[in-house]
């Protein structure tokens, strides 16, 4: 595979100025949406390689937004297959004519565009038609909170949907829906990779190396590689778990469609009591986030969240941590400083199973 190396100071870099287009109109829309179009219409008429966008901070100050709203804009960008976002670098606009594996060949926000589209048509819905809650509709097509909200405001934009008062009501049924729903995303793409990765290199019982090992061997952001372990574990490949045991290999098949191993068998049922201390608590916070604020908020301070939870402010500490590792959320020092939400989080209902694998026990039941 023809995984590119950057360096930074061997980039160059544009400057908000060098968009030589009129800066959009912010008001009563949704900005990620109108920023990230306003963005791609731009680059559509330009051919970069290997060139840095400003950075998230230089993006906000000048448009008057809010860094998790760029941050929005980047991912969208990153999704349609117009940047790479890499760690300590920036965001590295791919050029048209690069001879390299394009990371992203489908937007999530394209999918779930699609998913509500079609939701639309076989739900009956009429013109006038109140659109039920961004929440229910999450859950009727299982997508996550945060990417039926940016569709919803992308169909706003394009005129099939309108924002009457406290309801979204659909004002335009004549609209095509595509296929797309078994399109390839990059979550997909690295987690066949690693899969891939893992077969060739890796025994039952072994430890992978850290997200941020794999993030920079597979060029992707530290969240990608979370969300694709996660899909691993669902098949059954990788277990994860708190503290110094890492990731561990439990399985090796390229195809991890199989009956469970005597491993597996040592588990102990998913009931609440088998989770990490810090695991409950960062799906209590999750929770919190996600039925209380919205992507750019500030959270409450530790003190705050260690009185209303009545939990240690160190454990509350260590899970907002973890959050932020995740991509979830992001700290700021100083003045205006504090905790703020840069991705609405997933609340998954499942629980987690965590118990270490020894591996001689592993290497004998293989």
Known sequence: MNYINYKKNELDKIKVSDIDLPCPDLKNTNKSVV???WLINWLNNHDFENVLLPTKAEFA?????????????????????????KQRIGAVI???????ILRKQTSKIDIAIDV???????SG???GDKLISSRKLSQITELSLNSVRLSINKLINDGILEKTGDSVVLVNNDFETNDILNAESLVNKVTQDLKQFISANYKIGERLP????????????????HNSIKQLEKENMLLSRRGTYGTIVINTSKNSAFEPRREMSIFAPAQDTAFYHYEKVQNKIKRIITENYGIGSKLPSIREFSQSLDLSPNTIRKALNNLASEGILRFARGRYGGTFVIDMPDVEEQTFRWLAVNPQYAQKAN
């Not at 791919?94 to 390299?100: D, V």
């Not at 997200?211 to 952001?221: C, D, G």
Request: glycine share 6%.
């Open 35 to 37: 920023i990230s179009d």
């Open 61 to 85: 100050y000048s448009l008057g937004v809010s860094l998790g709203t760029i941050q929005n804009v980047y991912k969208i960008l990153e999704d349609k297959g117009y940047i790479f976002l």
């Open 94 to 100: 791919k050029g048209r004519t690069e001879n390299k």
């Open 116 to 122: 509500i589209k079609k939701y639309i048509q076989t």
């Open 125 to 127: 819905m009429n013109v």
């Open 210 to 225: 850290s997200h941020n090992i794999l993030a920079e061997k597979f060029k992707v952001s530290i969240k990608t590689i």
